[in-house]
């Protein structure tokens, strides 16, 4: 079954800490992975795409890893700040579909 | 600045009322729009795949005759809740990407429509 898990559910850090999202799917024909930053009662943003060939992309303070082998993405946020307080979620594509698989979502709150 | 404008953000109506959301594409013609729903806490659940000059496509478990797609133009496509019912509220969010230019292009979201029914 096509499925995308993510943890942790929920993660609390402090202001300036880095932390680590993790993202582990089943879905096949895999043709890309991407992250989305969903603030609360706001549509999901594009933070990263990432295709087979890709390890590794950063866009900011935001850094997603990729390994299509065990099937693992990672998303990593350096140096937070209280405007990354959202839900952040792994959306999978199959290949030749338009169609995306959504994680469940880990919803991060950064305190000062 | 914003590639995708739904309208209307925020909806308060009595139960029995037909609602009626429309997701405009911003930034180019879209033939490929999405409808989502999402409940409080969980992730996003698509609805139906809007095409434009065609019938849309609903997933499993969507009444086509509850939810009421219309795609009419290349830059708008429509959702309208009918006769809608506490069950129905919820967060509507529409996307769409640039298809045929590329598979790996990020599918662009709405702000959502929060559709309360009391």
């Known amino acids: 079954k096509n499925q995308v898990e993510q943890s942790p559910q929920s993660l609390i850090i402090l202001e300036g800490k880095n932390c680590t999202l993790q993202?582990?799917?089943?879905?096949?024909?895999?043709?890309?992975l991407r992250w989305y930053k969903q603030d609360t009662g706001r549509g999901p943003v594009s933070l990263t795409i990432?295709?087979?060939?890709?390890n590794t992309k950063s866009n900011g303070r935001y850094t997603a890893t990729l390994d299509a082998d065990t099937k693992q993405s990672s998303l990593h946020i350096t140096a937070s700040q209280l405007s990354d307080s959202a839900s952040y979620i792994c959306?999978?594509?199959?290949?030749?579909?338009?169609?995306?698989?959504f994680g469940t979502g880990t919803r991060l709150q950064v305190f000062p | 600045g914003a590639v995708v404008s739904q309208h209307p953000s925020w909806v308060i109506c009595k139960s029995g009322t037909s609602v009626k959301i429309e997701c405009r594409s911003l930034?180019?013609?879209?033939?490929?729009m999405f409808w989502y729903r999402q409940f409080p806490k969980q992730s996003l659940m698509l609805m139906a795949t809007?095409?434009?000059?065609?019938?849309?496509?609903?997933e499993q478990g969507v009444e086509k005759d509850k939810f009421l797609i219309n795609h009419a133009s290349l830059t708008l496509s429509t959702l309208t809740v009918t006769s809608a019912h506490p069950e129905d509220s919820s967060f509507y969010i529409c996307?769409?990407?640039?298809?045929?230019?590329?598979?790996?292009?990020?599918?662009?979201f709405g702000d959502g429509t929060r559709l309360s029914i009391l």
């Open positions: 959306v999978v594509t199959r290949r030749n579909t338009d169609k995306l698989i």
């Open positions: 809007s095409n434009e000059g065609s019938k849309a496509t609903y």
């Open positions: 930034d180019f013609q879209a033939t490929t």
């Open positions: 990432m295709t087979f060939s890709e």
């Open positions: 996307s769409v990407s640039k298809t045929g230019k590329g598979i790996n292009q990020p599918q662009h």
């Open positions: 993202c582990n799917y089943t879905v096949s024909p895999f043709s890309n």
